[in-house]
């Protein structure tokens, strides 16, 4: 991926308060906490509208939650995310702000799909309804239209001749391929990728990450990508996150972070990545 | 009749329903014991070649077929001078020892290969086999499972009513068709059976809970 | 014996109010078990009170219990008179639901919790959630417990036989009277009752089968109409009242 269509931003430190008008997502002094264990500490970022950023760290550094909290599906402990300029983890009272409830937040997730590590097709479905199913009863489309997008998105991800199979006939590979199309099916402007191939067999990562660099290149969807695959990051992100101890340690460009790392943690962190292989 | 609920009439039968109560968990406790050692029994058996598809067959038998018909069965074979609180335990305790030996089936079949394996290693005989290594082992995994089918049991025990054993129920519908008062009880019915079965089911997952990590 | 083949009606009468009995059952049970176990898993107090109030009110009495009471005790408080055979289906539908519900409950908590998470992530709701996903695959999880629930309710049926309506028990004492023929009547009767309930459970594994097959597993016991006959499962799991 070219660095020329890198908003003007990928360098500023993205840490704008909640009312920034030209960031897609901020997070304003969020913190997250299980029990004792603090995972996000007061974090502050943002990201603009159609910006790819990857996420890395050491495991346990809170990239993860970020993702899941945007996916709501995870509560926010303090601070304020927003979408848009509008609140998401909150919604509006009176004067304030309160805790969203379960329907203003399916309202604002809308915008927001997700690929998991794990997959997670439905296995009491086919292919071809796995990707329908939520544009059928979610967006209102007719199965005619669903089963249409549903045929080009597996044709785009190279599994146009599995759309009757069922999960279990495919390859972790394949299976990624079909969750990545059934995220797209519902036309997401951004796409949350959690380690999507980490449960993959070395030989099945290229195939899936192709995908993702074609949805990359042929749309603007904003795409926050947390991921060990070093090259990828480098090839598809305009900015790179490091986290440590859910704060970020460093951030910059692909190019910054992968070839002058400044911080100390970061040096390691890559180099513990490229020992391990990838 | 005055009023809905008589609460003299309540106290005044309390006596006779607790009197019924007590031939219930009689009935139970005897017909579990029977259960438990005649299960047992059968779990060993059913090991063997022949006898243990008999058996088996018989168990399967007695498993999908009513307590109510096994216990007019026997009560019409049994000589009169058999008392029918004797019928109704022996009956009861051979239809749960049905259930009572697939639990301990599924007991002696989790307990490890190596450990036969080890007894015959050491030339221990058959019965130490047994008693010392795995049936210990097995029974203990299975506790929990054997208290559930207590207090199934317990629930069972009205169906004595059928053969005229005076347990709780009987006893409700004597006093009740004495005075038309059924509301009161088998209402108290009811709630005495779920005196005893909700604090049981509670023991029980303490059970479960203790016995599950080993 | 030819006193048997002249009763063989009869037999078959009895044997008929058994398996209406016992379907009128499933279908009340099942849908109890339905509402209340889903009720169960409801990520608020109340519903999920009301559906343990109902399990553990219903798992506790026996069902022959309730069907005292809704005959005897029912009409004197309030002056409403069930059928026989109404009042029997209630019990026993109360009776199996309420262990019926505890098994949905359970099989709705066993679904991954990322299925969930898939959903949330495709933005379906409550109700879409359930009915597309969770159900579906809950569902494969419950039948082989739904099998032993279904024969015993067949077998509490016969609890009918205090309250005098003509099932299949009533059917072999009434001919034992007449007869005095104790061992062939009660066997006959004994056989019939084994038939309904190998049925019941090789209904149910057609149903395993198909869900299993819905959900990408193959049958652990070979394919074939054979693998079904294998000896029923007899889990270690709580027995009904009978």
């Not at chain 3, 014996?1 to 009468?13: A, K």
Request: proline share 5%; aromatic share 8%; with cysteine.
């Amino acid at each position: 991926m070219p660095p020329s269509d890198t908003p003007e931003n990928t360098t500023a430190p993205g840490v704008e308060g909640g009312s920034a008008e030209d960031k897609l997502i901020v997070f304003d002094q969020v913190v997250k906490r299980f029990g004792d264990l603090t995972v996000l500490d007061h974090l502050d970022f943002s990201v603009a509208p159609g910006e790819r950023v990857t996420l890395i760290g050491p495991s346990g550094s809170g990239k993860t939650t970020i993702l899941r909290l945007l996916m709501t599906l995870e509560k926010i402990t303090e601070g304020h995310i927003w979408i848009d300029g509008e609140p998401f983890s909150h919604m509006p009272r009176g004067s304030g702000l309160v805790p969203a409830s379960e329907s203003y937040l399916r309202q604002k997730r809308k915008r927001i799909g997700m690929v998991f590590q794990q997959f997670n097709l439905f296995p009491n479905m086919t292919v071809r309804k796995n990707i329908m199913e939520a544009p059928v009863h979610v967006l209102g489309l007719s199965r005619d239209e669903a089963s249409e997008r549903a045929q080009e998105l597996l044709d785009l991800v190279g599994l146009g001749d599995k759309i009757d199979a069922h999960p279990t006939q495919l390859s972790g590979g394949q299976q990624q391929r079909v969750a990545i199309a059934r995220a797209l099916a519902m036309r997401p402007e951004i796409l949350l990728l959690d380690e999507v191939t980490s449960a993959l067999d070395p030989e099945l990562v290229a195939g899936v990450l192709d995908v993702l660099r074609e949805v990359a290149e042929t749309t603007d969807i904003t795409m926050l990508c947390v991921t060990h695959e070093m090259g990828f990051a480098r090839d598809v992100s305009h900015r790179v996150l490091m986290f440590d101890k859910g704060q970020i340690a460093e951030e910059g460009h692909p190019d910054q972070i992968f070839g002058d790392p400044r911080e100390e943690r970061t040096k390691s962190f890559l180099k513990s990545v490229l020992e391990n292989g990838h | 009749m005055n009023g809905f609920w008589d609460f003299e009439f309540t106290g005044r039968v309390m006596p006779d329903l607790l009197s019924g109560l007590l031939v219930t968990i009689q009935a139970t406790v005897l017909g579990y014991v029977i259960a438990l050692a005649l299960g047992l029994l059968i779990a060993v058996v059913r090991r063997a070649p022949f006898l243990g598809a008999i058996v088996h067959f018989l168990m399967e038998f007695i498993r999908t077929t009513p307590l109510v018909i096994q216990l007019v069965f026997v009560f019409a074979l049994a000589p009169s001078t058999v008392s029918v609180f004797t019928i109704g335990v022996v009956v009861l305790g051979v239809h749960y020892a049905a259930y009572t030996a697939e639990v301990y089936r599924s007991g002696i079949e989790g307990v490890a290969k190596g450990q036969w394996e080890a007894s015959k290693a050491l030339s221990l005989p058959v019965s130490r086999t047994w008693g010392a290594i795995v049936l210990p082992q097995a029974i203990r995994k299975v506790i929990p499972a054997l208290g559930n089918y207590l207090i199934a049991m317990f629930k069972d025990t009205p169906l004595l009513f059928a053969i005229g054993v005076v347990e709780l129920l009987a006893m409700a519908q004597q006093v009740g068709s004495a005075s038309f008062r059924y509301v009161e009880a088998f209402t108290m019915v009811g709630f005495l059976f779920l005196l005893v079965s909700i604090p049981s089911a509670i023991a029980i997952r303490r059970l479960e809970k203790r016995y599950a990590a080993v | 014996m030819e006193f048997l083949i002249e009763q063989w009606p009869r037999f078959l009468e009895g044997a008929w109010l058994t398996i209406q009995l016992t379907l009128g059952g499933i279908v009340l049970a099942f849908v109890l078990a339905m509402f209340f176990g889903i009720l169960g898993t409801v990520n608020h107090w109340l519903p999920r009170a009301a559906a343990t109030v109902y399990v553990e009110v219903f798992r506790g009495i026996a069902a022959l219990v309730v069907m005292y009471w809704l005959i005897y005790a029912l009409p004197v408080a309030t002056g409403f008179q069930l059928e026989d055979l109404f009042a029997a289906i209630l019990a026993l539908g109360l009776n199996v639901g309420a262990y019926g519900a505890e098994v949905v409950r359970s099989s709705i908590n066993a679904v991954p919790k990322a299925q969930v998470e898939a959903t949330v992530s495709l933005n379906m709701s409550w109700p879409q959630r359930m009915r597309l996903v969770v159900l579906p695959q809950a569902w494969a999880q419950m039948l082989p417990t739904f099998g032993n629930l279904v024969v015993e309710l067949m077998k509490a049926t016969a609890v009918v036989y205090l309250v005098s309506l003509h099932d299949l028990s009533w059917v072999a004492d009434d001919l034992r009277r007449l007869s005095g023929e104790t061992i062939p009547v009660f066997l006959v009767a004994f056989a019939l009752y084994y038939l309904i309930a190998q049925a019941l459970i090789f209904g149910v594994r057609l149903l395993e089968r198909r869900a299993n097959h819905k959900l990408g597993r193959t049958p652990p016991s070979g394919g074939g109409l054979i693998g079904l006959l294998r000896p029923p499962a007899v889990g270690a799991k709580v027995g009904v009242a009978k």
